[in-house]
Each structure stands twice: as structure tokens, then as C-alpha cells.
């Protein structure tokens, strides 16, 4: 007879990989704990649930015990990941000089309820990714033309999947949100395909593809400059509930 232990490793989330206020992006910690499941291996998707926001400059416990990962605070549970068999409608390709053109109409240009966020916040060039999708005149999506800042890699000089997830998350929120709207991120199930370099250039693709009562739901896709499909997602979002 054999028994599975569970490893456990203390996880602190820096400010700088904030979302909201207080709390972690929600894509780039789904991504950090989807890492504590196959490491550097691509070969199948991560869902990944956010139960509860997870603060920052916080000692949390990361733990990985068979085919789950999980991060929690105390007893809270914060993040769980699994592995799934999954298969994603992808976003069609938008031409890198198409998507950047279409920054210009990024609504949270015009009302952004956190500016400050790692992913699509209004950011200093280098300290966030400044990932702004706008509408793709003629289709159903939005993209952004993104540009890899250099100051995102680990100490091997590597861009770590969570930032790709980060990348992979923001855009399927603003695919519904107008100026000023916003919503949490509740699910995010990726598969990442390929590794991204600092510096390269990608397309951020997204679309809005339904909703249910207080849930949102979209799609997103990122690609190389030649149209290879680097990872897609798919997310649910779960918007404020409205006073009684």
C-alpha cells in the first residue's frame, strides 16, 4: 500500500502582481498555482478556481497533492487548480499592427475602476504589462499588441507562466466591461502551448461569449506575429452584486 504526501511550499505574493487593490491579479496567481502542478511541462490544461481574493505581501501556503494544487491562508482556501481535458474555441488571429491599432479604443482608457492592475493597468512601461484591448472593427473582439517587457523574467532570464496566464485573463473581462465597469475573475482554465520571450511581440486576442445572471463569460487567445497560437483560455467572471 502507498500513500500520497502533500507538499507544501510558503507563497508570498508581491504587490507588484496586484489586480484589485489589496489582492492579487487574478490571472497571474491562477497561473502561479497551475505551475505548482506541471512546473515548466505543457502538455494539458489547468482550470483553476478563485474562491476568495488572495492578499498580498502575505505568507500563504501553496500545496500540491496529486492532481490538485491549492493555495490557502490559514484554513481559508484561496486557489484551487486541477488538471482537466479541455478543448478551447479560439479567438480567431488579429494581425499584430491591427491589434496595437486597436488599443486605441481600450475602454479603460476612459474609466478604469483598478489602474493599478499588473496586467491591464495604467502601469509604468516595464512595471506592468499594459496589456489594453480595444474593438476589432468588422468582428466580435478585441486585441492588443503586446509588447514583452524585459523586466518580467525569473533570475534564469525566463518569462514564467504566470504572466502569460496574467495576459491570458484581463482581456476576457474587458471583451463585456465599458468604461468604469468591472467584474472578479472566478474561473480561468488555460492551456499554455509554447514559451514567450522578453521583448517579443504578440497579439492579445479576447471575445465575450455569454452571460448568466451575474456571470460573464470569454474566451482569449495570445499569438505570435506569424498567427501561432501561443495559449488560449476561457473565464468566468462574477460581477458585483447590486444592493438590495
Known sequence: MTTTSELQTVLTVPARFRGPEGSANGGWIAGTVSEALHGARHDS???VTLHAPTPLDTELSLGHLANTATLTHGEKLLV???TVAEEFDVPDFVPFNEAAKA???FAGLAGHAFPGCF????RDPGDGLRIFPGPVPGTDLIAAGWRVPMTIT???GVVPDAILWAALDCPTGWAHFGPGEFALL????????RRIYPGGTYSVVARATGREGRKLFGES??????GTLVAAAKATWITPAQPA
Request: aromatic content about 4%.
Open 154 to 156: 525569473d533570475a534564469d
Open 80 to 82: 484551487e487548480a486541477i
Open 45 to 47: 490544461a489547468v482550470e
Open 119 to 122: 496586467a491591464c493597468g495604467l
Open 103 to 105: 488599443e486605441g479604443g
Open 221 to 226: 487567445a495570445v499569438y505570435e506575429t506569424d
Open 186 to 193: 472566478g474561473r480561468l482554465t488555460a492551456r499554455i502551448h
